[in-house]
């Protein structure tokens, strides 16, 4: 099994910026493909879970919603087995519990989107954008 822990998560005002980490330990082989997603409570109790960004570690593919295309960057160090989430020009739409997610199979540009495609989850971190 592999294990993700992610960290970062903070309060910045609109405008600033945020580095999210996301670190994987176990049998990391497992966490070929890895993303993020955000999830924001909805009226009626809904939270709806959004992927912001994705990479396959084998190819390289990197992938990013079109709302924060240009304003997030997704990395990794593969020697600390760790992928960051790096955020600016941050906005209150912003504001979610943001996951880590990762999974042994690679990922394209569909699939990367599908929260039903990554196996393994964090608890989570979260990020508070005020205006």
């Known amino acids: 099994q592999v294990q993700l822990v992610e960290s970062g998560g903070g309060s910045v005002q609109a405008g600033g910026s945020l580095t999210l980490s996301c670190a994987a330990s176990?049998?990391?082989?497992?966490?070929?493909?890895l993303a993020w997603f955000r999830q924001v409570p909805v009226k009626e109790r809904e939270a709806v879970r959004e992927?912001?960004?994705?990479?396959?570690?084998?190819?390289?593919?990197?992938y990013y919603a079109d709302s924060v295309k240009g304003r997030f960057t997704m990395s990794r160090d593969s020697a600390k087995n760790t992928v960051y989430l790096q955020m600016n020009s941050l906005a209150p739409e912003d504001t979610a519990l943001y996951y880590c997610?990762?999974?042994?199979?690679?990922?394209?540009?569909?699939?990367?989107?599908?929260?039903?495609?990554?196996?393994?989850w964090g608890q989570g971190t979260r990020v508070t954008v005020s205006s």
């Open positions: 997610a990762a999974d042994r199979f690679g990922i394209d540009g569909i699939t990367w989107k599908d929260q039903g495609w990554y196996t393994t």
């Open positions: 992927a912001v960004a994705g990479i396959d570690t084998h190819t390289g593919g990197t």
């Open positions: 176990g049998e990391t082989y497992l966490a070929r493909s």
